[in-house]
Structure formats: C-alpha cells, structure tokens
C-alpha cells in the first residue's frame, strides 16, 4: 500500500514514463479477463455478454468492449453468469483449525475441507466465530467469544482474514433479565460519554489546544466502537417482543444493529425500516401463528418482499448455517441461493434476493467495501455459474478469491461428475 | 541378555585407533552418490578411510567378506522420544530452556531397538509446550549419556498450535531474542555523548537461560524442529516468522502429520525442510490414495522420513514402509536420501554421518539385499566402526 502511494506521489513530480522505468523489481501484475458472461454486478444491474477484467487480487475493469492488456489470461464464460462470490452472514463450524480461545485469525484453517465445498457452492466469505457459547437454536449470534469475517481463500492463510472483530453481540438484552439490560444500558451510557471526550480531544488537537502533557483519551471498548459504527451489534430477535426490544436499544442509542433469526419481521416492516436496523432472514424457517393472539404472528415468506417495500435491508441465511455434505439441498450453505430463491417464491423480486446474499450479506459483515458486488476496485471475489443464480438447477462452475482460481467444477472431486441432466 | 553381551565385547575390544577392518567385495550404495556393484570398504578409528571398487584391503586388516551384503548408511531418525525416562517435560507454557539431553535414561533397554532396526544416529525432543526446551542428539549405543551424545543443544523444539496463545507466546520469544541479538551488537562504550536523560549504556547483557537457544535460533546456529500435526499449522508458523524476516538465516525443520502435502506448492516455493511419517494417505473424503511424501519431493521441497512411532514393529517395518512409497510414485535416490543424508543434514550433523564416504564417521549397515525390499534383513550394523547388532 505504502508503495503505491509513493509510486502514485512520484508520478506527481515527474513525468510518467519515468516513473515506469523506476520500478522494474516490483512484479508484473497478472491480467486474467472472464470474458462473454452476463454480469451481474448487484450494484449496477446485469451486463449481457461483458467483460470483467482482473488484475492481481482485484477487478480491474467491468464493461461490454474493453481493450485488453497484453499477455492477459483469459477464460470465455460466454452463455454463463458472473457474479461476485455469495457471503454468509452466519457459518458455523467452517475454516477453524481448533476452537481454542483468542483471536479467529490466529485459528484459522485454509485447508480445512468446508473450505472446499463452500467455494464448490458459491461461498467466498462468512461470519465465523469461535469460543463463545451459541444463540438461538445453538447458532446466530455470538456472545463472549471472538468472531471474524474470513474469506474461503483455500491454501492461503494471507488474505483470508477480512475482519475481525465484526460484531458484538447484545444477546442478554434480549434474553437475559432486568440486570443485564439495566449493565448494557450502562455500558452504552458510559461508551457515550467516552465517546464524546474522545471528540472532543481529537478536536482541540486539530486545532492545537491541547494542555501540555495531556492523555489522549480513547474510545475503544466494544460499545464505544458501536458507537462509533465500527462495529455492528448482533442480537437474535425471531418474535415481534425481541424485535421491539431490540428497536428500543437502537433508537435510544442510534448504534448499527442486525436482527438474527428474524421470523414475525413481516409484522412490523416499518419499525424495523425506521430504526434503520438490518435482518437477517431465513425463508423457510417456518411457524405457527399463535391463535391465542390478536396481532399477526408466525412466519410468512413473504416476510422478505415485505420488508424491502418497506425500505429494510436484509440478508438471507439458510436453516443450517454450515458446511456439510448431508443436508437436503438448500438446507444448509450449500445451497445459499436456493434459500434466496424461495424469498423470490414470496414475492421478492430476483434481483434483491440477489443482493441479500452478496452485497447486503457484506455490509451486515461490515465488508462492502471490499467485496458483495462486482465494481472497480473491489476484491476479485467471483463466481461463475453455469446457468440462472437461483435456479435449483444450477452449479458454480467457477469460484475466485483474491484473483486466484480456486475451484473448478470440472476438476472437483465432488462435483465434476454430475453433468447437470435436468436440462 | 544381547546388550550385556555387547556391551562386553565392546569393554574387550582393544583400543580405538589402531584396528582396521575392510569390508570387501560389497554392494555398495553410498547415498549421494552412484552405487559400486562391488567394492572394499576401510574402517579405522570410528571413522570410513576410503571406499570405492578399486581400494585394496590394507596389510593386517581383519577382513569381512561382504559378498552377497549390501552396505548402507546407518539411518538417522530425527524425531523420537525413545530412550526418555517419561513423558514428563516441562509442563505447559514456554520452556526453551529444558534439555531432552536430561531426559535420556540410558539403563532402559531401548537403544538395542534402534540400533537393530538400522538406526544409528537419532534427535531426541524434549517433551513440553510449546516452546518445549531443546533437542539432543545421540547416537544409541547404551552405555552413558556422555559416550551417547552428539550435542547437547542440538535443536529448538517447537509444538507448534493454531491458537493465539502459541502464536503471542512464540512472538514474545523471538522478539526478546532479537532484542538481545541487537543489544550484542551495539558497542558496550556509547560513542557520543549519552542523550539527556537515557539510560546509562549498560553492558552488553547476556541472553538469559530462556532466550540462549532462541539467539542461536535466529542466528542460524541452531535449527528449530516445528511439529505441526495440520498443514494450517505450518502457515501459521510460518506468519510467526514473518516478523523476524531479517534474521535470513534461520533453519526449520517442519515436522509434519499427513495432511502436510495440501500445502506441497508453498512448501516447495520456499524449498521447506519436511520429515514425514512414511505413510500413505488419502483425498479427504475419498478413498483415492495420496502419497504425501511424493507429492513433497516433487514440489521442490526437502524430505526426511521418520519412523511411524518408537514401538519395535514401527522401526522394524520402516524401511519396507519407505518402499511402499517407492512403489506409489516417490522417486527411490529421493527415497534413500529421506532417511540417511536429509535428515542428517536437518540435524546439522551431514559432515559427520548420512553417508558412506571416507572421512565420515563409521556408522553403517551390512545387509542381505536391497534396502527397501521387504524381504532384507539387517545383518550387522556398525556404529563408529563397531559392531553393535550382528545376526551373521
């Protein structure tokens, strides 16, 4: 990065062709261009039979005529879909060598074979966690242990860790008693007030007022970085109590906040929309309304139609958010956009059911920034499928992390002899 | 009943230096070099004197018809506990200090198991946490510690884990090192006058017990053996050492569980040094064959090979488990070089011992046919120009 940054300042002082000549030791970048697809960018809508040319670890350039540079290596994927490479909001169980305590980055396994098979079902990044004891129905939420966003870059351990931490769970203000919340009002209280002296300090600096010797003051316990935005809650919140609860906590502290577990959202789309609080949303995960109620209760798969016409922004996640090779399809990560498909069943239109298990997935994961859409710039993170996204039908056929082809369905011991008979 | 006899003839043989023994009309394969189909084989002060198709019995060397024997260099096994009183090592935690050379016992009646299954230089780890103390090596003649010893300090031995904890602990380890190495190499007398303020230069300190071997470490003067059970493990390892990338010269030895060869690529980019149990194993969930040993050597990595476990079966069977591997595609010089002269070399001990070449020491096998045939036996074996097994 420093390099760059010097390289691009040099350029300022000098005249460019110079520049060139400066740098011979650093290595020629590698051009690999997937050529003919249609392009499903997810934040500029579909590019019928384009070009989105990489280089190194990034994209380079997306378009329907681009020049290619010299010695560019380039695969044709004409008749197939591109699409950046699906996020899970929640995974259990994948890329971790052991469950020991401490940090995610520090335990991961890139050999590990879950690895594999997610990058053989689409997946390029999750939301894992580690150490910490389970939330709804043993999964969702974290609460105490250490949790991180990693990328499914098999054999490389460089790269792989997107960020960490990237979430704070506030479970026990849903599901603990008077004392917890009574402790996370107070720690919310308390982050405010470091927050604001922490401003307030990192102003007067700007503006050289600081006393003589003076401590900085820092910000940086979890609440205080919820706070601030770097960080996303996460509190499971299936039922319309634990979602008003939840609401509650986020109006009266205005923090960032992801709904897990989410079934009777349908019921209150606008107060989730105005409290600006993501969901996470599992289609098929089915319940009774309860007679005994006056309000509506229940699942409904319409819940994801219902709540993008109300301005909600929401990820898909499956039943059982892990890596296994026994589930039924869609179940499971395995079939990611099998579970988004059903949110089309309920009247989702298919570009949004797109986007919850890419771009919206990676803003919930506090990674947007790098990856969840095919742009300029953004991590080379790709898949290439061999039909429509969320036909059952379909496979992966191709999947990029960090420029690097890492699964071929054609040399995939687990999928390469199954030729797709259904059409 | 065997070791007591040995042990007597080796209290009755005359004084060392004087005897020379040739070995004549032997099949010999040196390792390292091209084999001679029959040759004389001259042993004189613990040490090989010359060796070769043409060389002539010297005048009064007592004569071992080697017709029909194949002569090969004495194996090096360079990771067993064999030959230690327990298990018990330091405990837990980081312990660089502990010698595995403190934990030889050698009143137990193992070392006769080595030497009859071909072994006669081995590395002993300490037992520990992480950091578990340092390796010795030895060569597994009975007797006392001291006529058993190479080096004392042989190697650093590393558990290597996935985990915060390992990760920070190895840090703060090599980082109180590299503190010290610089301390070493400031000049004791500051050259300009002292900054306001500074501490007063102080004498150069002496790395403590803990940080000695982890200087020599990073120097290079010592080798670290890094056992990692998952090819994770390795790259985590390898993060580790990331941050102490000036010291160029450091030597690592990964010892390695089956699934190494999933990371066969970057270890052959950075021509890694790898011991492997000689086993086969398979795609993960599959039963398609892989031999990890192989898919290694072809990366461009260095190979030893490490008998699967201390129990008499293991080492018995471990030069036929090392054809197994010939047999499923790892080239056989590949082979024969994994358990003599490679792992010598992870040891630091390749001048001495590895291969059957004049000057080297003594250390050598007689045997009845091809090295890795499952039909061979072991006949005699030398160690230091003396017999230590004999089934002639």
Redesign the interface.
């Known amino acids: 990065m420093k390099l760059a940054i010097a390289v691009v300042l040099l350029g300022l002082q000098e005249p460019p062709k110079k520049e060139e000549a400066k740098a011979p030791a650093a290595k020629p970048p590698v051009y690999t261009a997937l050529v003919g697809g249609d392009v499903h960018t997810i934040s500029r809508g579909v590019l019928r039979g384009a070009t989105v040319l990489l280089k190194d670890q990034k994209i380079h350039r997306v378009g329907q005529a681009l020049d290619l540079p010299e010695g560019t290596i380039t695969i044709d994927v004409t008749g197939k879909r591109v699409l950046p490479g699906f996020v899970a909001v929640q995974a259990q169980g994948l890329a971790l060598?052991?469950g020991?305590?401490?940090?995610v980055s520090?335990?991961?396994?890139?050999?590990?074979?879950q690895v594999k098979i997610a990058l053989a079902c689409g997946i390029t990044s999750a939301f894992i966690e580690m150490g910490g004891s389970g939330g709804f129905f043993g999964g969702g939420t974290p609460s105490a242990g250490s949790n991180a966003v990693v990328k499914m870059s098999y054999?490389?351990?460089?790269g792989m860790t997107l960020l960490e931490p990237a979430a704070h769970s506030l479970q026990t203000w849903v599901s603990g008693g008077a004392a917890d919340r009574h402790e996370i009002r107070q720690s919310f209280v308390k982050a405010r007030d470091l927050v604001e002296r922490e401003r307030d300090f990192e102003r007067r600096r700007a503006e050289n007022k600081l006393k003589p010797n003076e401590q900085p003051v820092r910000a940086a316990d979890p609440f205080a970085r919820l706070l601030k935005g770097e960080l996303i809650a996460r509190i499971s919140a299936p039922d319309a109590d634990a979602i008003r609860r939840a609401l509650e906590l986020v109006n009266e502290f205005r923090f960032r906040c992801v709904l897990m577990d989410v079934v009777e959202g349908w019921t209150l789309p606008d107060e989730i929309g105005r409290a600006r609080a993501y969901v996470v949303v599992t289609v098929r995960n089915k319940q009774h309304a309860d007679r005994r109620m006056a309000r509506p209760s229940g699942s409904s798969i319409e819940q994801a139609a219902i709540l993008r016409k109300a301005g909600v922004k929401f990820a898909i996640s499956p039943i059982t958010p892990a890596v296994t090779?026994g589930g039924i399809a869609g179940r499971d990560l395995t079939g990611l956009p099998i579970e988004a498909a059903f949110a089309v069943r309920g009247g989702l239109d298919e570009a949004a059911a797109l986007e919850a298990i890419t771009l919206t997935a990676a803003e919930i994961c506090g990674v947007d920034a790098r990856v969840g859409s095919i742009e300029e710039g953004k991590d080379a993170d790709l898949v290439v499928l061999d039909g429509d996204p969320l036909d059952y039908r379909t496979f992966v056929d191709l999947t990029f992390v960090n420029g690097k082809l890492l699964y071929e369905k054609s040399k995939s011991?687990?999928f390469n002899h199954l030729k797709g008979k259904g059409r | 009943m065997k070791a007591l006899g040995l042990l007597a003839a080796l209290l009755l043989a005359p004084g060392d230096g004087d005897e020379t023994t040739a070995i004549t009309q032997v099949r010999i394969i040196p390792v390292g070099r091209d084999e001679i189909a029959s040759g004389t084989i001259v042993l004189r002060g613990g040490k090989i004197v010359e060796l070769g198709a043409d060389v002539k019995p010297p005048a009064g060397a007592a004569l071992i018809d080697g017709k029909g024997r194949v002569a090969f260099p004495g194996l090096v096994h360079l990771f067993t506990r064999i030959g230690t009183a327990g298990t018990s090592g330091g405990g837990g935690g980081n312990s660089p200090q502990n010698l595995a050379a403190e934990e030889i016992n050698p009143s137990l009646d193992v070392f006769e198991r080595l030497t009859r299954a071909g072994v006669t230089v081995c590395g002993i780890f300490p037992a520990g946490g992480v950091l578990a103390g340092q390796g010795v090596t030895i060569k597994p003649l009975g007797g006392t510690r001291e006529e058993m010893i190479l080096d004392r300090s042989a190697f650093l031995m590393v558990h290597m884990q996935a985990s915060t904890s390992a990760k920070d602990g190895l840090k703060q380890a090599f980082e109180a090192a590299k503190k010290a190495i610089e301390s070493e190499k400031k000049p004791a007398v500051a050259t300009g006058k002292p900054a306001e303020g500074a501490p007063k230069p102080a004498t150069p300190a002496k790395p403590d017990e803990k940080t000695e071997s982890l200087v020599k470490f990073l120097k290079g003067e010592m080798p670290a053996l890094v056992a990692v059970s998952s090819a994770a493990e390795i790259l985590h390892f390898w993060q580790v050492l990331e941050g102490f990338a000036e010291f160029g010269k450091v030597r690592v030895v990964l010892v390695a569980g089956p699934e190494a060869w999933k990371a066969a690529a970057e270890l052959g980019s950075r021509k890694a040094r790898v011991a492997l149990n000689p086993t086969l194993t398979f795609v993960p969930q599959t039963r398609i064959r892989v031999n990890g040993a192989a898919e290694i050597a072809r990366s461009g990595a260095r190979l030893a090979l490490v008998p699967d476990g201390d129990s008499p079966w293991a080492l018995e069977g471990y030069l036929f488990q090392v054809g197994e591997l010939v047999k499923h595609g790892l080239g056989r010089e590949e082979a024969l070089k994994a358990i003599t002269l490679t792992p010598a070399e992870f040891l630091g001990l390749d001048k001495r011992v590895g291969s059957l070449e004049a000057g080297k020491d003594a250390d050598l096998l007689l045997l009845d046919g091809d090295p890795l045939s499952a039909q061979t036996r072991i006949r005699r074996v030398f160690i230091g120009g003396k017999v230590v097994h004999s089934e002639d």
Do not use: C, N
Request: charged share 25%; no cysteine.
């Open positions: 060598a052991s020991a305590g401490g940090k520090d335990s991961l396994d890139p050999f590990q074979e054999g490389a351990l460089e090779t011991s687990y």
